[in-house]
């Protein structure tokens, strides 16, 4: 199994920065895909980004240029690096872990509040 925990939420002011953090441990070895979701109030939740073992990453169109999903295999440690934030992305951000090709593991969730 695998489990994450995620880390580095806050508040933040609109054009500013925050770096989310998430953990991952037990059967590293089998992890697919690592992502990021976020649920803002009353939506569905959403994938942000998310990087596969190849290191192939994807976006959700609207943090496109302005997220950067990455990894450290070292530290076990995905990123979520979020530049030029937005009211809009306010939201609780999952992160997620892909394994066994079959299997999802879900953290607790980091608050990410942006303030206009």
């Known amino acids: 199994q695998v489990q994450v925990v995620e880390s580095g939420g806050g508040l933040v002011q609109a054009g500013g920065s925050l770096r989310l953090s998430c953990l991952a441990s037990?059967?590293?070895?089998?992890?697919?895909?690592m992502g990021w979701y976020r649920q803002a109030p009353g939506k569905q939740r959403e994938m942000v980004a998310s990087i596969t073992n190849g290191g192939i990453t994807n976006y959700a169109d609207s943090v496109k240029g302005r997220f950067t999903i990455s990894r450290d295999s070292a530290k076990n440690t995905v990123y979520l690096q979020m530049n030029s934030l937005k009211p809009e992305d306010t939201a609780v951000y999952y992160c997620?872990?892909?394994?066994?090709?079959?299997?999802?593991?879900w953290g607790q969730g980091t608050q990410v509040t942006v303030s206009s």
């Open positions: 037990g059967s590293i070895f089998s992890i697919n895909v």
């Open positions: 997620n872990a892909f394994y066994q090709m079959r299997y999802s593991s």
